[in-house]
């Protein structure tokens, strides 16, 4: 008998290019096969509504009670449908009290990348320092070598207001210590002191652009809006590129702009913190990928850029980001709305969209972990 089954519901599994009406079945905290008629111990009617694999915040900070911006992950994300995340705060002074604290404690699953400032995102009160003389490649490569099941690679904040001078310095330092390492390089490309082209000329394949729609200077757009050659051609080297929007990171005009010319970024991210959670403008996962989605990328792909492209860069692919035979029965059921919502963006532009895709019900591992107050349904 299987533990749970989902019935009558569209579920939306890029991975495995589903997109139709089908049950899912769970037994054992795994998504396996139905036979027809197959009985379970609870059944879950999901007629109109949508189901799809949990869904993976690619960038965010969780730190908490560790630093200023930590937020909760539980609350902030299994009330969201929202079953993993990836977290770009800790160091190597402090990243082995996270994952204690933060990783092994918490229902979400959560993999890391190591900031190379060694004492992290530990406070609002002044940036963090970039400067490669202060930077611990030693211990860098000795915390990633003891916890490669979960590090996944180095983040840099590559901004002008940081740099304090040294130009993409701490980068190119950055990048150096990834190759002795062997892993990943994401850097935060927000008022960047150098053109886009310059940047993406030192990543290699598997490293990230983060904050691509973002508007502050040095964007992925020239003056007259053109999107540069260097991003579209970055792709196809294997750069990849995530939204990461936040609080300030993102501006309509960039995007808008970007998707004319044919360009959508890999990943939907929100980088939540503990200011900007259940806040606007971001608010949560699926608040933003309500907007994408009436800024004209499709249900398909908005889905793709929060399960399978993120499940590949926590390494698991096949086991989450999909409902593949055998993943993590990590499960998210939404409603999608008609509901109008004005967004702003960091400089003020509106955009009014009139979707809104609602979460209904988290499942993790098999367990019913949330469910909307209004979602009644019949066993």
């Known amino acids: 008998m299987l533990d749970l089954l989902i019935i009558n519901g569209h579920v939306i599994d890029p991975k495995n290019n589903v997109d139709e009406v089908r049950p899912i079945a769970i037994y054992g905290g795994k998504i396996t096969k139905y036979e027809e008629g197959e009985e379970a111990k609870h059944v879950i009617d999901a007629k109109g509504k949508y189901v799809f694999p949990g869904l993976i915040d690619s960038h965010a900070h969780m730190f908490q009670d560790g630093t200023d911006i930590g937020l909760y992950p539980d609350t902030a994300y299994i009330p969201t449908g929202v079953t993993s995340a990836i977290d770009f705060t800790a160091g190597v002074s402090n990243y082995n009290i996270f994952r204690q604290a933060v990783i092994a404690r918490s229902k979400v699953r959560i993999k890391s990348f190591l900031q190379v400032c060694s004492a992290g995102l530990v406070t609002t009160s002044y940036h963090e320092c970039i400067n490669p003389k202060y930077f611990n490649p030693e211990k860098m490569d000795r915390i990633f070598k003891e916890n490669k099941d979960n590090i996944l690679g ?10 304090e001078g040294l130009g993409i310095q701490p980068l190119i330092a950055t990048i150096d210590i990834a190759n002795k390492i062997g892993c990943p390089v ?41 999107l540069y050659d260097c991003v579209l051609e970055s792709r196809k080297r294997g750069i990849i590129f995530d939204t990461a929007e936040g609080r300030k990171h993102g501006d309509f005009e960039v995007m808008t702009k970007a998707m004319e010319q044919g360009f959508i970024a890999d990943m939907c991210s929100t980088d939540l913190v503990l200011g900007s959670m259940y806040r606007r403008p971001i608010f949560s996962l699926p608040n933003l990928m309500s907007r994408y989605l009436c800024m004209g990328i499709s249900l398909n792909e908005v889905v793709k850029m ?9 390494n698991m692919e096949n086991e989450i980001g999909c409902l593949s035979e ?6 998210s059921i939404f409603d999608i709305m008609d509901k109008q919502q004005l967004y702003r963006d960091w400089k003020g532009s509106t955009f009014l969209a009139d979707k809104l895709l609602k979460p209904e019900m988290t499942i993790k591992d098999g367990y019913i972990m949330y469910c909307a107050p209004d979602y009644i349904y019949e066993n």
């Open 326 to 331: 055998g993943a993590y029965a990590d499960v």
């Open 306 to 314: 929060t399960t399978e492209r993120p499940a590949k860069l926590m």
């Open 154 to 163: 180095l983040k840099i904040r590559q901004s002008e207001e940081l740099a």
């Open 186 to 226: 994401e850097v935060h490309c927000t008022n960047i002191p150098v053109p886009t082209s310059e940047v993406l000329e030192l990543l290699r394949p598997g490293d990230i652009f983060q904050h691509v729609y973002q508007g502050v200077k040095n964007t992925i757009i020239d003056e007259n809006g053109k």
